[in-house]
């Protein structure tokens, strides 16, 4: 009977990712883990081949190129929804989510459907961004929860614990956002559905290593998002 299964969407992460999947699997050593790769250029998704090679609790998708976060995501989800895993659990390849989280992230969804490592609940902090990146962050976050209506401090975060009975409620299909904001939409999409949401602080830090591939045309997509959601 499958349990719970970490997805990981990646490009370009091969710094960060084997150092990670082992934290991960160490801590977590019952979970199954799934690598959504774009074909990274710097081989990230070679190196999954080979790790799921070695490893039955590593799998690995491989898409085409470049098709965003959400999309990843989502390919993720239906992935484990459609073998029948109860939780399905999402973060960063970057190591910015903390892996020692992990259990109590994946405990809270005892008491609710979804559950948010947030760093903007009371004992959650950033590490490591300057002033610019994380006011950016509490406006978007302030101005979504209140256009949204959306009971959480952190709806932009990606280190999540998602029960499946609550995503097999929804058409994931309808979630039309492909980058970032997939995270206000699914959420949002989560809550109308009647899900129960709750948070655990986490102290977020940045990427070890590699770049960021968030972007400007990220943040229009996430603003684009916010209105058409709001609007509807
Ligand atoms: N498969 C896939 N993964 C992506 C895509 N864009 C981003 N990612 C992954 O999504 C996660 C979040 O991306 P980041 O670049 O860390 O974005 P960020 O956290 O906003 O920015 P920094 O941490 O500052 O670099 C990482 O694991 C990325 O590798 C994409 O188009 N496809
Ligand atoms: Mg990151």
Not at 51 to 77: E, F, S, W, Y
Not at 153 to 169: E, I, P, Q, V, W
Not at 188 to 203: D, K, M
């Amino acid at each position: 009977m499958p349990g719970t299964l970490v997805i990981l969407a990646t490009y370009n992460e091969r710094e960060n990712l084997p150092g990670l999947v082992d934290e991960i699997l160490r801590i977590l050593p019952e979970a199954h883990l799934l690598v959504v790769d774009d074909n990274s250029p710097d081989g990230t998704g070679r190196w999954c081949d080979e790790r799921a090679a070695a490893d039955l609790r590593v799998n690995c998708i491989h898409r085409p190129g470049k098709q965003g976060l959400g999309t990843a995501t989502l390919a993720g989800m239906q992935w484990g929804l459609g073998r029948g895993y109860e939780l399905l659990v999402t973060m960063d390849a970057d190591w910015s989510h903390p892996p020692e989280n992990l259990p109590e992230l994946v405990r809270a969804t005892e008491a609710a459907d979804i559950a948010i490592g947030s760093r903007y609940c009371p004992g959650g902090k950033i590490e490591g961004w300057p002033l610019h990146r994380r006011l950016m962050s509490r406006v978007v976050n302030s101005l979504t929860s209140a256009a949204l209506r959306l009971p959480t401090r952190d709806a932009s975060g990606a280190f999540r614990t998602y029960r499946a009975a609550a995503l097999n409620k929804l058409d994931l299909r309808q979630v039309e956002a492909t980058g970032y904001s997939y995270l206000e939409e699914i959420l949002w999409r989560l809550h109308v559905s009647g899900a129960t949401v709750t948070e655990i602080p986490i102290t977020f830090r940045d990427r070890r290593a590699g770049h960021s591939k968030a972007c400007f045309r990220e943040a229009i997509g996430k603003l684009a998002t916010l209105y058409r959601l709001f609007r509807s």
